[in-house]
Structure formats: structure tokens, C-alpha cells
């Protein structure tokens, strides 16, 4: 795994290059960037940037949509080959990865309590007598 800084300084300058692309109207370009930015916030564990990428192809999606419909990496371009455009489908994967880092913060709380309270609650193992005898002398 990449640490946090590197991760960030990726994404930081395919964010940038997304723009460039978005500017000079190179939409598959844009694409991978947004989409290497992605990945590059995933490793980082940075949902807010994650955000980003979500409203930085909904806005090229919309965009796309309104001023060049017929682009083949358009929605109504890809709905007439019968696919889903990559935008929207970028859109989902990134909803994805909000839910998935979300649920491995909750889970990492979850743990830290869980060892916290381990060591303050005395847990008695459900196999000795003072809970009613072994499982020997029960049968």
C-alpha cells in the first residue's frame, strides 16, 4: 500500500491534469485522470476527496449530456449501444468506495473499543465451572 503523502500528491496532480483535459475537451483523458485521482484518494483513505471525484464526473457527465450528447463517451452514445457511460458507472464506483471507507472506520472504532473494553470487563470462558461446569460433565 502507498502511504498518505504520496497517495495525496498523486492525486493532487491528476486532479490538475483532469482539469487540462476537461479544458482542452479531451474527455477520455479526463476520464483517467479522474479516475487515477480515485484510486489515488482510496489508498489515502480520504472520503472528502473521493467527494470530489464524484462532483468532478457528475459535472463532465452533465456537461457532456448538454453540449455534446452524440460524444462517445456520452451518455446517450452509450444508452445507443446499449452500455452504461463511464462517467456514471465512475460515479457508482466511487459511491462504492465512500461506503467501504466508511465502514472501515466503523469498524476500526469498533476494535479500538473492543480492546479497550476487553481489558476492563473480566470475560470467563464458557467452559469452566463457575459457569456450570465443562461441557464433559454436562453430557
Not at 475537451?25 to 489515502?44: K, Q, R
Not at 448538454?66 to 444508452?79: I, T, Y
Not at 467501504?100 to 464458557?126: D, F, G
Given at each position: 500500500m502507498?502511504?498518505?503523502?504520496p497517495a495525496l500528491?498523486l492525486?493532487?496532480s491528476?486532479?490538475?491534469?483532469?482539469g487540462?483535459?476537461r479544458r482542452?475537451?479531451?474527455?477520455e483523458a479526463?476520464?483517467?485522470?479522474l479516475?487515477g485521482?480515485?484510486?489515488a484518494?482510496?489508498?489515502a483513505g480520504?472520503?472528502?476527496?473521493?467527494r470530489y471525484?464524484?462532483?468532478?464526473?457528475a459535472e463532465?457527465h452533465?456537461?457532456?449530456?448538454?453540449h455534446?450528447?452524440r460524444h462517445?463517451?456520452?451518455a446517450?452514445?452509450?444508452?445507443l449501444?446499449?452500455?452504461?457511460d463511464v462517467?456514471?458507472?465512475l460515479?457508482?464506483?466511487t459511491?462504492?468506495?465512500?461506503?467501504?471507507?466508511?465502514?472501515?472506520?466503523?469498524?476500526?472504532?469498533?476494535?479500538a473499543?473492543n480492546a479497550?473494553?476487553r481489558?476492563l470487563?473480566?470475560?470467563?470462558?464458557?467452559?469452566?465451572?463457575?459457569r456450570?461446569?465443562s461441557?464433559?460433565?454436562?453430557?
Amino acid at each position: 500500500m502507498i502511504e498518505a503523502p504520496p497517495a495525496l500528491e498523486l492525486y493532487d496532480s491528476l486532479i490538475e491534469s483532469t482539469g487540462t483535459a476537461r479544458r482542452a475537451e479531451l474527455y477520455e483523458a479526463a476520464f483517467h485522470g479522474l479516475a487515477g485521482a480515485l484510486h489515488a484518494a482510496e489508498v489515502a483513505g480520504e472520503v472528502d476527496r473521493v467527494r470530489y471525484v464524484t462532483q468532478q464526473a457528475a459535472e463532465i457527465h452533465d456537461w457532456l449530456s448538454r453540449h455534446h450528447p452524440r460524444h462517445q463517451l456520452g451518455a446517450d452514445s452509450a444508452r445507443l449501444r446499449g452500455q452504461t457511460d463511464v462517467f456514471s458507472t465512475l460515479i457508482v464506483h466511487t459511491q462504492s468506495i465512500v461506503t467501504r471507507l466508511r465502514a472501515a472506520k466503523v469498524v476500526e472504532r469498533a476494535r479500538a473499543q473492543n480492546a479497550v473494553t476487553r481489558h476492563l470487563i473480566p470475560v470467563t470462558p464458557p467452559d469452566t465451572p463457575d459457569r456450570g461446569g465443562s461441557r464433559q460433565a454436562q453430557s
